[in-house]
């Protein structure tokens, strides 16, 4: 399905919404309801998409300042963040081993980090920093979804060596078990689990309202050296830039959702009902017709060059 922008969509619904053209708010506020029906009612089964948490960012020649035991580096947009954990091997020169070893971050602003060493340097210095691309606090290590991930479904953690351990999601810390046990504690096997804790604090969105993502807690070996390939649930963005992009970008779905948006709207629903029916059906046949292509692509790969027609070839 070809790409759809917001400024797209507006031209090409506004007919079906108002007469005032699609610089008319409705139009607007029509196409952002429907968008978050796709993306929220549960009933697209496309709303899933692949996001990788990498467990690891380097940093190269970060320069190294003191003042005590109080070290800063400055780094041009580093992105690290409060409770950030950083490893720092060697140093030039390699005299000021006050520098090296794992340090938690104290405080950070958009180009520098600081945070506090076991010994006082003599000098300045600069080094090579691995971050940890997770986050730790007194509880231990978590990680934030952004914005536009509602839930990780599916992980798979990779390390350096591309061997890889497929983690558990649990929803709580305590489940629900039946036979009249009642909640209890989770019991982890293998390296490391997930355990959802609920959104974090918001944080703002380009259209100046809030969105919480979620927070997940690592639970076994902390994966320090690894990247986690996740499946995950798509959230709802407000859309607001004119080259913001629809997702779904079905045109024919979005021409029933807003026919159903306007049915709600005279409260005739079940009208409504109808038009969402259908703007689904076009959702979910178009993602049937990719995975088929998809199906069919393997099938001809795989006939193509299967064994015995290689060995006819020799």
Known sequence: MASLTYAQAQSLLAPFITSQGSSDPAVGSAINF??????TGGQWRGNRFIYTFNGQITLNSVALTHSGTTITGTYANHGLSVGTLITINSVTPSSQTAY??????????TNTFTFTSVYTPTANATATVVASAFTSDSNGTYIDTPVGVDAILRIIAVDTYQSGEIGTIMNDWFTFEEAGLGYLQQQYSGDFQLVRQGPSPASAL???????SQRYRLIGAYPEIRTMYCLVKRAYVPLVNPTDLLIPSNINAYRYGVQA?????INELERAQVYWELAYKCLNDALEAYEQGVQDSVEIQWNAFRPSLV???I
């Open 311 to 313: 060995q006819n070839l």
């Open 100 to 109: 090296t070893g794992t340090f938690q971050l104290t405080a950070v602003t």
């Open 34 to 39: 429907v968008n978050e029906r796709f993306i």
């Open 206 to 212: 380009p259209s100046g309202t809030t969105s919480d």
């Open 261 to 265: 948006y306007n049915y709600e709207n």
